[in-house]
């Protein structure tokens, strides 16, 4: 049985793609320093898979206790998620953001390194796309930054290719992720941001159950159908799945590969706002205001290539993400609550 590493894995795409990973017959280890998750999810993991895992409490600047964890487990590829990810707290914090996404990747791959541990899917970012017109976006669109976190994403994406250049033997995945949003069906897991959510749906589920009074609508002025923002929303098991596939891909050959993972179909704030509200039943007030810094009018994915080489198209429709963002939103109005302890190894 195939083991696999997922740094990050209390996290929401790590948590979702475990299932996934334990579903598919994986052996999963989780390293994840519980910065930005809860204990809490590891049973719901362990209780929706119905099957066990280790968890390493570990953050990927101690280079000393990611070696324990490849001493202690034959570990045979890793999904690397851990990492700092809003873009607004990017601009305000630019040093942690470099420290922890890339000297914690560097200290992550010279584990690798030293332990013959040769396969890597990695979680990048559409936003590495930058302020580009032209959608559709491919993966051999024009890459650019517009803040630390999209920065540090790219430096990471040229990294891993002098890492391959050096050690044509490995097996790298890149990952670039439109907007994952929704949760698993069950309603166990799901997205719970820190605080006030800076992204458009967890910020829209919390409206609804009225935590807010109303949703801010950043412009309405863009050179789009209604005027509002248009992005490629991917359901999460979509995008769990997707990274399953992308570690059957690095099974079989060595290389370095950039997939996008999105649906290829863009939706405006204003379309996602009206099937929010008729799924859930309940009313979205919302105040148009004046534009985000640092957003684009449009951004969707050509999904092409991740349909070709890995066999990965998602399924799920944006029905489908608004009625299971519902039920978790619904199920946990406060996040995770802790229930049950889960050991975890110090
Ligand atoms: C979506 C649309 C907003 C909030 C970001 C990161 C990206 C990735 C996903 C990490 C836009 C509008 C939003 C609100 C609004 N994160 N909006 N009111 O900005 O496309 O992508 O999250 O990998 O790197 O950049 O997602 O959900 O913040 O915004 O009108 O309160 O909703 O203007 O058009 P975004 P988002």
Sequence with gaps: MMTVLVTGGAGYIGSHTCVELLRAGY???????FSNSKQEVLHRVQSISGKSFKCYQVDLLDSM???????????????HFAGLKAVGESVEKPLAYYHHNITGTLNLCEA????????????????VYGRNTCVPFTEEAPLSATNPYGRSKLMLENILHDVYKAHPQWSIQILRYFNPVGAHESGHIGEDPLGT????????AQVAIGRHPYLNIYGNDYDTPDGTGIRDYVHVVD?????????EKSKDDAGINAYNLGTGQGYSVLEL???FERISGRQIPCK???????????SYANVAKAQRE??????KSLEDMCRDTWRWQTQNPNGYQVKKKVAIRH
């Design 197 to 204: 959510p800076n992204n458009l749906v967890p910020y829209v």
């Design 65 to 79: 206790e990611i070696r324990r964890v490849f001493v202690e487990n034959n570990i045979n590829a890793v999904i």
């Design 112 to 127: 690798m390194q030293t332990f013959g541990v040769r396969r890597l899917v990695f979680s990048s970012s559409a936003t």
């Design 310 to 315: 890995l066999g990965w198209t998602a399924q």
């Design 273 to 275: 706002i009206s099937t």
């Design 27 to 33: 052996k999963v280890i989780i390293l994840d320093n």
């Design 239 to 247: 995008l769990a799945q997707g990274h399953v596939k992308a570690l």
């Design 288 to 298: 148009i205001v004046e534009r985000r810094q640092g957003d684009i009018g449009e």
